[in-house]
């Protein structure tokens, strides 16, 4: 169930307490808290945030967060900001290299068995003059490295301001 979720609604319940108060934003947590669901049974989707500058969607996702966590998820985040149109990789590498920087060197070989052992140049910490193709491999690589961490529990990845990512 891939969706749009607009952050305009006009009307809607106030959501949570504390921090994570959001005014108007029942129906789009209504829809993410679903998509949640879907990814705890093992059915993935994908949600787009559209709306103008100002009009909550990090608000949006920091109770999506905190929510998947409360349900068990792990997180992983990024935000694009614009020196990351330049720099390759660096939303993936956001993504991942918290979680790759505290795992020990067998579970390291675990995460980059098989084919996810495609993309580990993106994150090698000795580059050579070469960059990190971003061929199909690599992509497909992150993909196998993204559903190995999925397999170990329910995955969540939040990538605000997207747009500024390389391409």
């Known amino acids: 169930m891939d969706q749009t979720v607009s952050c305009c609604q006009p009307f809607g319940p106030v959501i949570a307490d504390g921090p994570n108060t959001l005014l108007e934003r029942g129906a ?8 949640l669901d879907g ?6 989707s994908v ?3 559209e709306a103008p500058a100002g009009h909550g969607k990090t608000a949006l996702l920091r ?13 992983l985040t990024a935000t694009g ?10 939303i993936v590498r956001q993504l991942f290299d918290a ?10 070989a675990r ?27 690599t992509l497909y690589g992150l ?6 961490l999925a397999a170990e529990q329910p995955l969540l990845i939040v990538v605000d301001d997207a747009h500024w990512a390389d391409a």
């Not at 109770?63 to 997180?75: D, W, Y």
């Not at 994150?123 to 199909?136: G, Q």
């Open 99 to 108: 979680e790759l920087h505290t795992a020990d060197a067998d579970r390291r």
């Open 143 to 148: 993909y196998w490295l993204a559903a190995t």
């Open 111 to 137: 995460l980059f068995a098989g084919a996810a052992g495609l993309a580990e140049a993106v994150f090698a910490s000795v580059h050579t003059h070469e960059s990190p193709d971003p061929a199909h491999s």
């Open 63 to 75: 109770v999506l967060r905190a929510e998947a966590a409360e349900r068990g998820f792990k997180t």
């Open 47 to 49: 949600a787009l945030l």
């Open 28 to 35: 789009e947590l209504t829809a993410l808290s679903a998509q």
């Open 81 to 90: 900001a614009p020196l990351e149109r330049d720099f390759a990789f660096g």
């Open 39 to 44: 990814a705890r049974a093992a059915s993935g």
